[in-house]
């Protein structure tokens, strides 16, 4: 008799232990019913490849609720999404499945509309829906792709073809050899020549249009039959004083005909340019890192050239690509009210355009940081192999500023490491520590690696 009712006293302890579980995990909302917080509401898509159930619903990159079911209707997919209460949603929302990077999971991204004063009650049904691309598809133009590859290779080596390839093979290796030499020979001037090319075109092409328009002399000697007689008397003087300077008469008649004072003004003019060659030497280096954001498993690279004006000066010029983009804000109005959209632009280039000034160790750079203004102190250690970095710059609008400290180390000549804290406080939560790998070239070592290179294709 004991025995029996100290069991049931055992049960009857471990019923209530569960039963107050249940109620506290009630109470913090660890098993809240989906119609405490969310409302429904279902979207028609043509196919949901890769989209599970589950899955986020984004609004701006974030999120608003999930993917409570996915079912077969009408030979089309009809997605029921479960949205956080709170969250409206204008009618004209459209809903566009993509997937996080390239092999990345799907999701569910919402791009709320125009029409803010008309909302989607819970059950009703999103009308704007869009699938993403099947990888399928591509899968299949590139195996067609491959195919007509294989048929050009096998038409190509039939027949005598195998000939035809090596012939072809030895022209244009004589070719890209002359090309190489050209460029060698006459790299620099055939730049300057195209760059100067192209100035000439815009500029004629605006003269030409001035010209149509009858504007300026020449429009108007093109126009106007009254400035011919005046462009004859201009022609008839010039043709005298051209005379006069080819006989020797008058100072630029002298200066012409006199080889005395053209060398003079060679010299000086010799002079000048060294001096200013000397005192305005400009080197260029190349920097590129990419770092692994450790909270969200993605990779953010940037790239940039360093314009050295003088050896404590110098001009930053680059790119970054941010997994998070940019956000991007529209104010509407209407007789029905205000309202702010709110979006996300991802993996969107930021630029990058500072002026940097060293005084001793300490590096202060000023300018454009990731599309924001901002400034930077690097101060550096142990012969310049160790750089401690920090920069604030400007973030998305209406959020708190972009803070980021880090550190790198030169291994070798050419490569670096680098690790620190990113966006630490950020309001949108996307402080995460990061650590990465960059690589820096010189212009001696560029033209190093590119004379390099050129002896390799001309061998």
Known sequence: MYKT??????????????????????????????????????????????????????????????????????????????????????????????????????????????????????GGELKNATSAEDLTVLVEKLGAVADDLKKLTTALTADGGDEDIRTILRNVREVSESLNELAKANGPNLTSSLSNLEKASRNLEQITDKISRGEGSLGQ????????????????????????????????????????TINKIDEVLTGVNEYISEGNAVSVALDFRVDFMTRYSFVKGSAGVKIFTSPDRYYLLGVTADYFGSYERKDFSSDSGNWVLESRNRSRLKINAQIAQRFYNFVIRGGVIESGGGVGVDYYLFDDDLTLTFEAFSGDFDHNPHLRAMATYR????????????????????????????????DDDLKLLFGSAGSLLGS
């Not at 008397?233 to 006199?258: C, H, P, W, Y």
């Not at 620190?420 to 960059?438: E, Q």
Request: no cysteine.
């Open 221 to 260: 000697l093109i126009n106007s039959d009254a400035l011919i007689g005046d462009v004859r008397s201009a022609l008839s003087t010039i043709g005298d004083i051209a005379e006069k300077i080819n006989s020797g008469q008058g100072t630029i008649g002298r200066l012409v005909n006199d080889d005395t």
């Open 411 to 442: 291994l070798w000549k050419f490569m670096y490491i680098s690790a620190g804290y990113d966006d630490f406080i950020s309001d949108l939560h996307r402080a995460s520590p990061f650590f990465g790998i960059g690589f820096f070239f010189t």
């Open 5 to 122: 009712s100290t069991e049931i006293k055992v049960g009857l302890f471990v019923l209530a232990a569960i039963l107050v579980v249940g109620w506290m995990a009630m109470r913090l909302g660890t098993l809240k019913s989906y119609r405490e917080s969310y409302y429904q509401i279902d979207a028609v898509f043509d196919q949901v490849t890769g989209l599970k159930e589950g899955v986020a619903v984004e609004i701006a990159g974030i999120s608003v609720g999930h993917v409570g079911r996915i079912a077969l209707f009408q030979d089309k997919a009809k997605v029921t999404m479960l949205i956080l209460n709170g969250v409206t949603l204008p009618v004209d929302t459209h809903a566009y499945i993509k997937s996080q990077g390239i092999l990345g999971d799907k999701y569910v991204d919402l791009v709320p509309g125009m029409r803010a004063a008309e909302t989607i009650p819970p």
